[in-house]
């Protein structure tokens, strides 16, 4: 049974970090390309960024760039977060998922989803 499981999604002020962790079961991790997508309330739900399944390349949203850092383990099964220097427009729930080898980071490409952790900045 395919499961990828969020973690670390809470309440932090402005400026603030989180760390968020994902954690995956049921599939061969170390083959799939792994990503973070974000919805806020009333909004589309929006790429964040990833990192690749071979070189663990990463590439990030222009809005988070430089704040946010992607990473992965694959011993653990698992994948990261860290955000750093949030804001309010951070806010939104977090998805980790995942799709196999490469081919691009659209939300359609995706294969796999978790439920998501629901992330709040306040001003």
């Known amino acids: 049974q395919v499961q990828l499981v969020e973690s670390g999604g809470g309440l932090v002020q402005a400026g603030g970090s989180l760390r968020l962790s994902c954690a995956a079961s049921?599939?061969?991790?170390?083959?799939?390309?792994m990503a973070w997508f974000r919805q806020a309330p009333g909004k589309e739900r929006e790429f964040v960024g990833g990192v690749s399944w071979l070189l663990s390349n990463t590439v990030y949203a222009d809005s988070v760039k430089g704040r946010f850092t992607i990473s992965r383990d694959n011993a653990k099964n698992t994948m990261t977060l860290q955000m750093n220097s949030l804001k309010p427009e951070d806010t939104a729930v977090y998805y980790c998922?995942?799709?196999?080898?490469?081919?691009?980071?659209?939300?359609?490409?995706?294969?796999?989803w978790g439920e998501g952790t629901l992330v709040t900045v306040s001003a």
């Open positions: 998922a995942g799709r196999e080898y490469t081919g691009g980071w659209s939300a359609s490409a995706m294969k796999y």
């Open positions: 049921g599939f061969t991790f170390r083959t799939y390309s």
